[in-house]
């Protein structure tokens, strides 16, 4: 008989229209209540974070999807038998949008307690600082848009994801010179 986690600690991942995330995730929200089932469905999340992006020249904030065409549920799915609650089952497959349960076809897997733990401070700590948006790789030729070298082109050697910081080697009195710009400042050639 399979081990069945306490029905808060039941997560699963449930696969989704891409594109359609936020949509799924408020139709289950309102359904849920709609049809009391505040019992058996806890949480639904759309993991995201919000990213800097230079659009025109102006830095703007978006928030972009850890994982487009999914979403995380918190919900009571198992027995404690191992058995599917067919009112839990059949309210998440028959939902607009929704494509199915991740694991196999016809028997969800809950994620570990700590991929959960790792999600969720992922989703705080992302939430809470905004991130520069990288489109960019290493060998791209870029030019600059800003600052002392605006209008020189070169090739991204390194990237720091974290802090948005580009090494691009641009091209200073006839010498490839490594200058470090943040993100917005370049865009492609």
């Given at each position: 008989?399979?081990?069945?986690?306490?029905?808060?600690?039941?997560?699963?991942?449930?696969?989704?229209?891409?594109?359609?995330?936020?949509?799924?995730?408020?139709?289950?929200?309102?359904?849920?209540?709609?049809?009391?089932?505040?019992?058996?469905?806890?949480d639904v999340l759309v993991p995201q974070?919000?990213?800097?992006?230079?659009?025109?020249?102006?830095?703007?904030?978006?928030?972009?999807?850890?994982?487009?065409?999914?979403?995380?549920?918190?919900?009571?799915?198992?027995?404690?038998?191992?058995?599917?609650?067919?009112?839990?089952?059949?309210?998440?497959?028959?939902?607009?949008?929704?494509?199915?349960?991740?694991?196999?076809?016809?028997?969800?897997?809950?994620?570990?307690?700590?991929?959960?733990?790792?999600?969720?401070?992922?989703?705080?700590?992302?939430?809470?600082?905004?991130?520069?948006?990288?489109?960019?790789?290493?060998?791209?030729?870029?030019?600059?848009?800003?600052?002392?070298?605006?209008?020189?082109?070169?090739?991204?050697?390194?990237?720091?994801?974290?802090?948005?910081?580009?090494?691009?080697?641009?091209?200073?009195?006839?010498?490839?010179?490594?200058?470090?710009?943040?993100?917005?400042?370049?865009?492609?050639?």
């Open positions: 008989m399979p081990v069945v986690p306490e029905p808060k600690k039941q997560w699963y991942v449930v696969h989704v229209l891409s594109g359609q995330e936020k949509r799924v995730h408020d139709r289950i929200r309102r359904e849920a209540e709609a049809q009391e089932m505040g019992d058996y469905i806890f974070e919000r990213v800097e992006e230079n659009r025109r020249g102006k830095k703007i904030e978006t928030k972009r999807k850890f994982y487009p065409g999914y979403i995380i549920v918190n919900m009571h799915l198992f027995e404690e038998d191992g058995g599917l609650m067919d009112q839990t089952w059949y309210f998440i497959k028959e939902m607009d949008g929704v494509i199915g349960f991740a694991g196999t076809k016809d028997r969800p897997i809950p994620m570990r307690q700590r991929e959960v733990d790792a999600m969720l401070s992922q989703i705080n700590e992302r939430e809470e600082n905004i991130r520069p948006a990288i489109t960019f790789d290493t060998g791209d030729s870029v030019k600059v848009g800003d600052g002392p070298f605006e209008g020189q082109t070169g090739v991204i050697e390194e990237i720091d994801h974290e802090t948005g910081k580009i090494l691009v080697s641009v091209n200073i009195f006839g010498r490839a010179t490594p200058v470090e710009l943040e993100a917005w400042q370049i865009e492609k050639e």
